[in-house]
């Protein structure tokens, strides 16, 4: 299955051109029919490692749908005069399927973050979506996934969601997606924000499309990650 949206490409990644609502519907359509999808969430520093790592390039490729997860990407389309509509974020897909899972009585699989912070999402998790089936929840710090997969094989979630950061998730759904006719997501840090371990910018922030900037200012251990969007702005203006 390839995505079922338009397409706009950015330094050989192909995000997909629409709006949250209507992607969430397509998602929410794609699980209820046991279809087979993997979704990523890329923003600008997933685009220059994949455009300096040709396998992983051609994991991204084989995904069903990428998602404009980053201002960056929409200022990038917007260079190409080719904009995008929304951004469209892990986090904010992340809480969709989730309270779409909790209300239709779904169930996901939990894989990322360190120990603490998959204990607290247990407990968030149950608080907040009583209804979502727990099919499993791990934390990422692990020497062999084969007991986990063997665990996602055995009760077939119709969610797994992946937060052990690029381009080890994108990798992991890639191997092992054919063992679970459902939706793989890899969503980054996620875990460690609804878990309460790290704050969301502020609205302000979120509304001025400045998240990456709080987050940098907020976390130095982020700050040199910060540095990839510029040359990726610089790429995207030699490459038009």
């Keep these: ?3 079922h949206f338009p397409v706009v490409n950015v330094l050989g990644v192909s995000f997909i051109n629409t709006t949250n609502a209507k992607f969430i519907h397509q998602l929410t359509q794609d699980i209820d029919e046991r279809k087979n999808t993997f979704v990523v969430t890329a923003n600008p520093e997933i685009v220059m490692y994949a455009d300096s790592h040709p396998d992983y390039a051609a994991t991204i490729k084989d995904a069903d749908y990428v998602t404009p997860d980053g201002i960056g990407i929409i200022k990038g389309t917007q260079m190409l005069n080719q904009p995008l509509q ?5 986090y904010d897909t992340f809480l969709s399927l989730l309270k779409w899972g909790n209300d239709q009585h779904k169930s996901a699989y939990f894989l990322g973050a360190k120990p ?5 999402l ?5 608080k907040t979506y009583p209804n979502l089936v727990i099919a499993g929840i791990h934390d990422g710090y692990f020497d062999n996934e084969a007991p986990i997969i063997n665990d996602i094989k055995e009760s077939q979630p119709d969610l797994v969601f992946v937060a052990l ?4 998730q994108e990798n992991l759904i890639a191997k092992y997606r054919h063992v679970n006719n459902g939706l793989w997501i890899g969503i980054g840090g996620s875990f460690d924000v609804l878990s309460g371990h790290v704050i969301r910018a ?4 979120q509304d001025h499309h400045l998240e990456w900037l709080y987050r940098g200012l907020t976390d130095p251990k982020r700050a040199k990650r910060l540095l990839s969007l510029p040359k990726y702005l610089l790429k995207v203006k030699k490459s038009k």
């Design 122 to 126: 247990k407990k968030v998790l149950t």
């Design 1 to 3: 299955m390839k995505s």
């Design 165 to 168: 950061g690029f381009p080890k």
């Design 202 to 205: 502020p609205k302000f922030w």
């Design 116 to 120: 603490k912070v998959i204990l607290d």
């Design 86 to 90: 929304e951004r469209i974020t892990g």
